[in-house]
């Protein structure tokens, strides 16, 4: 994450997917969990 005031702050995901929409783009990114 790469927004200073996001709870996920500098730390790193795999990301498994990618969205976009009328909204704009989302990235799915995988849980430490599965």
């Known amino acids: 994450m790469t927004h200073p005031f996001h709870p996920l ?19 799915l990114l995988q849980a430490d969990d599965g």
């Open 9 to 27: 702050f500098s730390q790193r995901r795999l990301c498994v997917g990618r969205r976009c929409n009328r909204h704009g783009k989302r990235l």
